[in-house]
C-alpha cells in the first residue's frame, strides 16, 4: 500500500505545483497558495510512504540479505530527506510572495530571482530524490527480490531495468541531453514506475512467494540445530 501512495502523492504533487515551477513572476504575481499548500501535503505524505516502504519490508528483507536490507531503509530516508527539502524551497517561495507583496520593481527584480533560485534548488531535489536515489533504491530492492525468490522473477527483473534505466536518465538530465519533464524522461521513467505498482498489487493480492519464506524459515532452524 505504500507503493501505491508514493506513486499517487508524487504524481498529485507535482501537478498542484505547476504555477509555482512553471511561472517564473510566481513570486512578484497574484499566487495560487492554496494550491501549492496542497502539493506540499501531498509530497509530505509522499515521504513519509517512502520511509515506510524501508520500515515495513525491512523485517523480511533482513533475514536475507541484513547489510543489503539496511542499506535499502537508509537510502529510502536519504531520497524523504530531499524530498523535504524540495518542499521547503517551494513554501519558500509562497514566504516571498505573501510577506513582500507589493514591493517595488526594484525589489520585485530581486524577489524574481530569488524566485528562481528557490525553483531550481527544487528541480535539483526533483531530480536527486525521485531519480537517482529512487533508482538506487530500487536496483536494490529487486536485487535482494529475485536473490531470495521473494516475487516471481519477471517482477523482481523489471525493477532491475527500471532502476538502471532511470539512473542512466537522470545522469543524461544532468548532463543537459533533455529535460526532465519531457518525453524521453517520462518513457525512461515508466519501468520503474511499473516496477512499483506491479511489486505493490502483487504483494498485496499475494504476499511473498511461500517457498522463499519456508527455506528462510528453514535455514533459521538448521542453524538452530548445528548450535
Not at 3 to 15: D, K, M, R, S
Not at 67 to 88: D, F, K, N, Q, S
Not at 198 to 226: H, M, N, Q, Y
Amino acid at each position: 500500500m505504500f507503493f501505491l501512495v508514493t506513486e499517487v502523492a508524487a504524481i498529485g504533487g507535482l501537478a498542484l505545483y505547476g504555477p509555482v515551477l512553471q511561472d517564473a513572476d510566481y513570486v512578484a504575481g497574484p499566487g495560487a497558495d492554496t494550491r501549492v499548500f496542497l502539493g506540499a501535503l501531498f509530497e509530505i505524505v509522499l515521504a513519509a510512504a517512502v520511509v515506510g516502504t524501508g520500515v515495513v519490508l525491512y523485517p523480511v528483507l533482513k533475514k536475507h540479505n541484513e547489510g543489503a536490507a539496511l542499506g535499502y531503509v537508509c537510502a529510502r530516508l536519504l531520497e524523504a530527506a530531499v524530498i523535504i527539502v524540495g518542499i521547503i524551497s517551494v513554501l519558500s517561495i509562497v514566504t516571498l510572495r505573501t510577506e513582500l507583496e507589493g514591493a517595488a520593481d526594484s525589489d520585485a527584480t530581486s524577489l524574481v530571482t530569488a524566485g528562481k533560485v528557490l525553483v531550481a534548488i527544487h528541480d535539483w531535489t526533483f531530480l536527486m530524490g525521485p531519480n537517482f536515489i529512487l533508482g538506487a533504491n530500487s536496483l536494490v530492492l529487486a536485487w535482494l527480490m529475485y536473490r531470495a525468490g521473494l516475487v516471481p522473477r519477471l517482477i523482481a527483473v523489471l525493477g532491475l531495468v527500471g532502476g538502471a534505466l532511470i539512473c542512466a536518465s537522470a545522469t543524461g538530465v544532468m548532463f543537459g541531453l533533455y529535460e526532465q519533464i519531457s518525453v524521453a524522461g517520462s518513457v525512461a521513467a515508466l519501468p520503474v514506475f511499473a516496477w512499483e505498482v506491479s511489486l505493490a498489487v502483487w504483494l498485496i493480492t499475494k504476499g511473498f512467494e511461500p517457498a522463499a519464506l519456508l527455506e528462510e524459515g528453514s535455514s533459521g532452524r538448521d542453524c538452530c540445530r548445528v548450535g
